[in-house]
């Protein structure tokens, strides 16, 4: 497991260098950064959970500046390959041969650690964030709570809201769980599923809450999930067409080729003999339709929602596969070697770095840090290099028209970015006035102040 992590975390550090920055990718640390100020945070956007700022608490903490913090996320991130090995291999029978059981959890680990998917959702910082890993902590707690562990039903209750807490379509991994109910039942007793459910009921109250919220729009409950879920697309589509982009996407293009073994091993485990093996692939399928069915609800899914189902998929393929387990060790090397090469490339290569670097030349007194963006690729922006800043340890950026102003300039000539200093608002508003251009934003520091200070203004941001 350890040799695993290490593969998976080594392949994932390859892209570090691709990482977005941008909204979705700071808001998760931006809040949990809010909660170490002593603020209460909110969630990051309207369809996360409380979950998202939280796990992220850890993160900021530790890392010293914003290259340090994707690292360690993109570490953890690689904790998929394996939870994936101990999921299978706590899922098949102790009965079976062990050569099986070991060929088995080391393809599924394989399988995770060089899902190109899996690396595109890190680079992205969003895409639904650290679903997948706690789909995949779900998975294993689920196999071992069939194999009679009592404290499994329970812990999985939690990870499973924290994963939906996550992303809300990890929800539908839920038609996946109730084929499980009688087995579950049979291995735990009501009273052990009864402890879960009270558990995750507890765990769901503040996702309760915030559902309640978004839900009072004045519209309809699904006419308000929906405003919610289609906020980032022009056009609605037919469901047909949802689904169809949804599933190629994810196993044509995440996967290319190698996606066939993964169907080739859950076909292999439908037609197991053994009932109890056969349920981890109706745990990835149902799943799987599931999240399918809530999107077209909610008319927005992409093959990124589906990559919460990574962790169920490779387990199950991979047991079906080692059905003849030298055929599992063929195809975790033939999925290597199909899949080590398709490395997601980011926008802007080398962000990371740049706001770190621009953030440690800041002078050192109070700042108000800000942006212009006349066009092209916005190259620095204001919260990840204030961010920068306060994981350095610094505390002196603030609201104030009289202390310097540093402006950060985005364009598409020369290096794409620039960085000015004024000695307060006003000189930088009359540098910007002279400049007799349109920009396609002026402004971003209240994203940032607001952290500090819940209760900035949006006109203490103008300038």
Request: net charge neutral; aromatic share 10%; proline share 6%.
């Amino acid at each position: 497991m350890l040799a695993l992590w290490g593969v998976a975390a080594w392949h994932r550090l390859k892209v570090l260098n691709e990482t977005v920055i941008g909204s979705d990718s700071l808001g998760p640390y931006l809040q949990a950064q809010a909660a170490l100020f002593g603020n209460l945070p909110r969630p990051p956007n309207p369809e996360s959970g409380d979950a998202l700022w939280f796990l992220m608490l850890p993160f900021v903490a530790l890392a010293e500046n914003l290259s340090e913090l994707f690292a360690l996320r993109f570490c953890v991130g690689a904790l998929v390959a394996p939870l994936g090995f101990a999921a299978a291999y706590h899922w098949l029978s102790p009965t079976v041969q062990s050569t099986r059981r070991w060929a088995a959890s080391i393809t599924a680990g394989i399988f995770l650690a060089f899902d190109p998917g899996l690396l595109d959702t890190l680079v992205s910082g969003a895409r639904s964030y650290g679903a997948p890993e706690l789909m995949g902590a779900t998975t294993l707690l689920l196999a071992m709570g069939l194999r009679q562990y009592p404290w499994a039903l329970p812990l999985m209750a939690v990870t499973f809201v924290a994963a939906v807490g996550h992303h809300p379509l990890a929800l539908g991994m839920a038609l996946g769980g109730m084929v499980m109910i009688s087995s579950l039942h049979r291995a735990n007793g009501g009273r052990t599923i009864k402890l879960a459910l009270i558990l995750g009921g507890i765990a769901c109250i503040p996702r309760i809450l915030r559902l309640a919220a978004i839900m009072n729009c004045g519209e309809s409950i699904l006419g308000c999930l929906g405003q919610v879920a289609q906020s980032n697309i022009v056009e609605p589509e037919p469901w047909s067409t949802l689904v169809f982009k949804a599933v190629h996407d994810r196993w044509v293009v995440d996967l290319d080729v190698a996606g066939w073994l993964l169907l080739a091993g859950l076909l292999s485990l439908l037609l197991c003999t053994e009932k109890e093996h056969r349920k981890a692939a109706h745990w990835a399928i149902f799943g799987t339709i599931g999240i399918l069915l809530i999107g077209v609800l909610n008319g927005y899914v992409r093959s990124y929602h589906l990559r919460i189902t990574a962790v169920p998929v490779a387990v199950a393929a991979a047991m079906g596969l080692s059905r003849a387990w030298p055929v599992a060790l063929m195809a975790s090397g033939v999925f290597i070697w199909r899949t080590h090469a398709l490395l997601p490339v980011g926008p802007d290569p080398g962000a990371l770095a740049r706001q770190d670097l621009v953030t440690g030349q800041l002078p050192q007194q109070a700042l108000w840090v800000d942006r212009i963006w006349w066009d092209g690729i916005p190259r620095l922006d204001p919260s990840a290099v204030v961010l920068s800043g306060w994981l350095q340890g610094r505390r002196n950026f603030q609201l104030d028209r009289n202390t310097a102003f540093i402006l950060l300039e985005n364009h598409n000539k020369e290096s794409g970015w620039n960085v000015l200093e004024f000695t307060n608002a006003k000189a930088a508003r009359l540098w910007f006035d002279e400049q007799q251009r349109t920009p396609h934003q002026r402004g971003g520091a209240y994203d940032w102040a607001t952290i500090a200070e819940p209760n900035t203004k949006l006109e203490d941001a103008r300038w």
